[in-house]
């Protein structure tokens, strides 16, 4: 089936930018998540990107998507304490739900 | 506009008793998904429904383990004869139409099974 991985743990410093990273197996991925889970929280729904684009800005928040190397990244620029989360990547295509990759922990650091 | 309501936010039950657990939806959404969480791990999908169908179960374990979302009212999740392995977050998401529509989330019902 499809799988989704992400690296477990990435700590930065404040003010820093931060580098999320996911690969994904499913080729026929129509689009792409991610969202962010605080502490006792849902998902908080952060950007998505639409597979026939290689990049998306929103505010702090970069995606870049190598659709060739099945390989999503979420850049969050000057990132700060509250941006201490976990991070989670997200695919599906057409009517299949969502598969979620295990999550980045995010530490960011004073 | 609420967002996607789940109660309660916390569960205890003893082992074999039931457990339900509810999800309203986001006004005008009418797809409702159940996803599991399990302590560090990510969100494992279980059923996927409409309006009085169940369109994609093929994450739910084949016993135990049920969900409705009726004509009227919130959707439920049912687990029967809890055991401790059922101890986990399960995370309601509402959608307005399933192609290529972000999932809204709820923020969970976080069951502990004694």
């Known amino acids: 089936g499809e799988d989704v991985e992400q690296s477990l743990f990435l700590s930065v410093r404040e003010g820093d930018s931060s580098v999320i990273n996911c690969t994904y197996t499913d080729s026929s991925s129509t689009y792409l998540y991610w969202y962010k889970q605080e502490p006792g929280a849902g998902l908080q729904l952060l950007t998505y990107i639409f597979s026939n684009m290689d990049m998306k800005q929103d505010q702090r928040l970069t995606v870049l998507l190598n659709k060739k190397d099945k390989h999503l990244s979420l850049r969050i620029a000057d990132t700060q304490t509250g941006d201490s989360a976990i991070y989670f990547c997200a695919e599906n295509s057409g009517n299949t739900p969502l598969v979620f990759g295990k999550g980045t922990r995010l530490s960011v650091i004073a | 506009n609420a967002g996607v309501m789940q109660n309660p936010r916390h569960l205890v039950r003893r082992r074999g008793q039931e457990a339900r657990l509810r999800c309203s939806p986001m006004?005008?959404?009418?797809?409702v998904y159940w996803y599991r969480q399990l302590p560090e791990e990510g969100l494992k999908f279980m059923v996927y429904?409409?309006?009085?169908?169940?369109?994609?179960e093929s994450g739910m374990p084949k016993e135990r383990f049920s969900a409705e979302f009726p004509k009227e009212g919130p959707s439920i999740l049912r687990i029967q004869q809890v055991v401790r392995g059922d101890s986990a977050a399960y995370f309601c998401?509402?959608?307005?139409?399933?192609?290529?529509?972000?999932?809204?989330f709820g923020n969970g019902t976080r069951l502990t099974v004694t």
């Open positions: 006004k005008g959404h009418s797809h």
């Open positions: 998401a509402s959608s307005p139409k399933t192609e290529n529509s972000p999932l809204h």
């Open positions: 429904l409409q309006k009085e169908n169940i369109i994609d």
